[in-house]
C-alpha cells in the first residue's frame, strides 16, 4: 500500500491515523523456521537485520505476512544513520551492529496468517486482526486511532522518530502499489542557511545543487544539507553568482564528502565558497544533524548575517516519541 501526499489532516469517521515512523517500510513474511523481510522496493533484507529475523522466529504464529516498518533505537530516539549503516556487504560488521543497537519491527498491518489472505478485507478488519496477534521483544504493534486530536498530538512530534501521520481508510482493501487507499502529512518548516558551497549538475558546467551550512555553539559551520529546487532557466545565473564566490574552506566544522560508506567519487566533488550568502529554505525533517530530504528555497535572505544562522533553529525539532509504543 502506497500514501500520496496532502496539506491536511483529512477528517471524518472513514478515516484511520497511525504515526508515521522514520524507518526502512519492510513486509515480514514467516512460513514456519523460515523469515523473508523485503524492503518496499523488492529487494531482500533479512541479512541486514538478523535481529529483527531472530525477533520473528521468536514470535508464538508461525505462518504470517506482516507489512510494517524497521527502525533502531539510540538514546532513546530512531536513528535513521544507524539503519543506513546496517546496509554494509560484511556480515560480521552487521552482526556488530546488530549487537550495539538492536533494530525493532513496527507492525502496523496483518497481510495474512494461517495461509489465509487478508488482502481483500477492509482495514478496520485487518487492524482488529492485528490487535489480536501476539507481539513479542522486537516486534511491536504501532498504535492507531480513529481519532481527530490523538493524530494532531502525533503531528506535533513530527521531526524525530516520526515522519509524518499517515491517514487510511476504514473500508479500503490492502491496496498493493497504489496510492488510493492512504494519505500521508507531513510538517513543512523552514531555517535560514548559509551556502557553504555547490555541485555541478552531472556532465554539465551548471550548477546542480547548492549546499547548505548552519553554525554550531563554536561558530563552526556544518554541513547540514542542499537544495535543488530552482528552475533550469535560473541555474547559468546562480552559475554565475557562487562560481565568483569559491573560496575555500566553506565548511568550516563537518563537510560534504567527509568519510562515510555512503561517499562515492561522485559525491565527494563539490566547490566551496565564501560563506556570506543566505536563504531561507522549507524543510519536513531534520534528524541526525541534517536535512532527511531536500529542501526548497523560500527565499533569499540579504537582511540576515551568516552567523545568525544557528544549529539552535533545527535542534529542538529531534523530538523523542519512543513512548508511542
Not at 9 to 25: A, C, N, S, V
Request: some cysteine; hydrophobic content about 40%; charged content about 30%.
Amino acid at each position: 500500500m502506497e500514501t500520496k501526499s496532502v496539506d491536511e489532516i483529512p477528517f471524518g469517521d472513514k478515516w484511520q491515523y497511525e504515526p508515521k515512523w522514520d524507518g526502512f517500510r519492510c513486509i515480514a513474511f514467516r512460513r514456519r523456521s523460515e523469515v523473508y523481510l523485503q524492503s518496499k522496493a523488492g529487494q531482500p533484507l533479512a541479512r541486514y537485520f538478523p535481529d529483527v529475523v531472530e525477533a520473528m522466529l521468536q514470535l508464538a504464529a508461525d505462518d504470517f505476512v506482516l507489512d510494517g516498518e524497521l527502525v533502531i533505537p539510540v538514546g532513546g530516539a530512531l536513528s535513521f544513520d544507524e539503519l543506513q549503516l546496517r546496509l554494509h556487504p560484511a556480515a560480521s560488521r552487521v552482526a556488530k551492529l546488530a549487537k550495539a543497537h538492536p533494530a525493532l519491527f513496527i507492525a502496523f498491518d496483518l497481510l495474512a496468517q494461517d495461509r489465509q489472505s487478508y488482502l481483500r478485507e477492509p482495514l478496520r478488519e485487518r487492524r482488529a486482526l492485528l490487535e489480536k496477534f501476539k507481539m513479542r521483544g522486537a516486534v511491536k504493534r504501532s498504535p492507531a486511532t480513529t481519532k481527530l486530536e490523538q493524530a494532531k498530538k502525533w503531528f506535533d512530534k513530527v521531526g524525530g522518530d516520526l515522519d509524518g501521520v499517515i491517514a487510511k481508510l476504514l473500508d479500503a482493501p490492502y491496496a498493493s502499489g497504489e496510492r488510493t487507499a492512504a494519505v500521508k502529512v507531513k510538517q513543512i518548516r523552514s531555517a535560514d542557511c548559509v551556502i557553504g558551497g555547490f555541485r555541478y549538475a552531472t556532465g554539465a558546467k551548471v550548477i546542480g545543487s547548492l549546499l547548505l551550512g548552519l553554525h554550531d555553539d563554536n561558530g563552526l559551520l556544518h554541513h547540514v544539507g542542499f537544495t535543488s529546487a530552482f528552475k533550469t532557466a535560473d541555474r547559468k545565473a546562480l552559475t554565475k553568482q557562487f562560481e565568483v564566490l569559491r573560496k575555500p574552506p566553506g565548511f568550516t566544522g563537518n563537510a560534504p564528502g567527509g568519510p562515510s560508506r555512503w561517499s562515492t567519487e561522485r559525491s565527494g566533488e563539490w566547490e566551496p565558497v565564501d560563506a556570506k550568502t543566505v536563504v531561507e529554505v522549507t524543510y519536513d525533517h531534520f534528524t541526525g544533524g541534517r536535512f532527511r530530504h531536500g529542501t526548497k528555497i523560500l527565499r533569499w535572505r540579504p537582511d540576515k548575517a551568516p552567523t545568525q544562522c544557528t544549529m539552535d533553529q533545527v535542534e529542538g525539532r529531534e523530538g523523542k516519541s519512543l513512548a508511542l509504543l
